[in-house]
């Protein structure tokens, strides 16, 4: 049998649901390694509030350097209320931040689209959400999130000032704009490019640089223009009129949870942080689901797994050239929906209900 290369995957499990979701992945791995002859090699560290309780610290320097050595890091979720105290930089959110920033991620994929077996799950009506295919692609290393000043400083009368910055260069916005408009040539050909150039002078870069880059290389892609606000409104009103959305890193955290709830759960949403890449071809990227740590069922054995097991498939997909392998993965994601399993967050009657564990297994059955 031909064994390809060795592949390292970096496990960050975290907080919350994280370790239980990331633990089905992990299942997943080493059926593809037993049954596949994958040859991938899992590694598993700490990250987020756990980090900090063991390190005092929530990315220690080996576990990042490790994060900068792997072809793939699959992460769970981080945070949660026991670190919401803590001062700001040895909180949860800081490690995952680091790794965005440091390992320069700086396209966020996150598919939204509604399976046919869970149109009911949404609260939206089956019509409005049956065949939702879309893809926001989110900047992830830039604005809001990291911009300079930031910080809460005194000021006069006794009161604070907290301060941050939005900032975005054509560099920032070319890069990621060029990968929603190479994804919509594969898809239906469509970005809307999503911003407040009403108001921010930052968006209206945004806008006029997508803009140019379009005349320029992509003609071809039909290319709209939003604003954010609208874009949160019409995803609930016609969702179906977008393909490619393509918006910064704040606005595309907000409309990527607003739109997970068009699919029926934001246990579902996978998403893909893309990075550069490299002289060799090679290009670093991490991998998680987007619900977060959901501390008010961690522990319980009810989290979906799913999101997690997509991000997996796009891992597959996007770093590993395992095209066969993503399908046949997301195919038994599908297969496990039409028989009637359900986590609690997408139960609807006369399905059955199933434990993340149990999920995970009925994955792998459909794998064989
Ligand atoms: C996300 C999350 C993160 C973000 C948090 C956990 C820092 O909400 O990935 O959407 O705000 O980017
Ligand atoms: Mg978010």
Redesign the pocket.
């Known amino acids: 049998m031909i064994k390809v290369k060795k592949r390292k995957i970096l496990l960050l499990p975290g907080d919350g649901i994280g370790p239980e979701v990331i633990a089905e992945v992990k299942k997943i791995i080493n059926w593809f390694n037993d049954k596949k002859s994958l040859d991938f090699e899992i590694d598993q560290e700490l990250v987020g509030g756990c980090s900090y309780d063991k390190h005092g610290t929530p990315i220690t320097d080996e576990v990042f350097y490790k994060a900068l050595e792997s072809e793939v890091i699959m992460l769970g ?3 949660g209320p026991t670190w919401d105290n803590l001062e700001f930089s040895k909180k ?2 800081r490690a ?2 680091k790794l ?1 920033k440091e390992l320069k991620l700086f396209a ?1 994929l996150r598919p939204a689209i509604c399976f046919k077996q869970l149109v009911d799950a949404s609260t939206l009506k089956p019509e409005v959400v049956s065949g939702l295919d879309i893809m926001i692609v ?1 900047e ?1 290393t830039g604005g809001i ?1 990291f911009g300079e000043p930031r910080g809460i400083k005194p000021i006069e009368n006794g009161e604070r000032k907290g301060i941050n910055t939005h900032t975005y260069t054509t560099s920032e916005i070319t890069r990621v704009a060029r990968i929603a408009f190479d994804l919509a040539r594969k898809r239906s050909n469509k970005v809307t490019s999503c911003e407040k150039s009403n108001v921010m002078e930052a968006g209206q870069l945004w806008k006029e640089e997508v803009q140019e880059l379009h005349e320029k290389e992509y003609k071809d892609v039909e290319l709209s223009h939003m604003l954010a606000d609208n874009c949160a409104m019409q995803l609930l009103r016609n969702p179906k009129q977008f393909d490619v959305i393509v918006t910064d ?1 704040l606005f ?2 907000m409309l ?2 607003q739109a997970s709830m068009l699919t029926g759960s934001l246990g579902l949403l996978p ?1 893909a942080s893309l990075g550069a890449k490299n002289k060799d071809g090679e290009m670093r990227a991490m991998y ?1 689901p ?1 619900h ?2 959901a501390p008010d069922i961690a522990g319980k054995g009810i989290a979906n797994p799913i999101a997690c097991i997509l991000s997996f498939a796009m891992a597959l997909r996007y770093s590993l050239d395992l095209d066969k392998e993503a399908d046949i993965l997301e195919k038994a994601v599908q297969d496990v929906l039409n028989d009637g399993l359900r986590t609690k967050d997408i139960m609807s009657e006369g399905m059955k209900e199933t434990s993340t564990s149990a999920m995970g297994d009925a994955i792998i059955s459909k794998l064989q």
């Open positions: 979720a981080v945070g949860p959110e995952l931040l965005r966020n989110r992830l999130y890193n595309g955290d990527s949870d998403s998680e987007i977060g740590s």
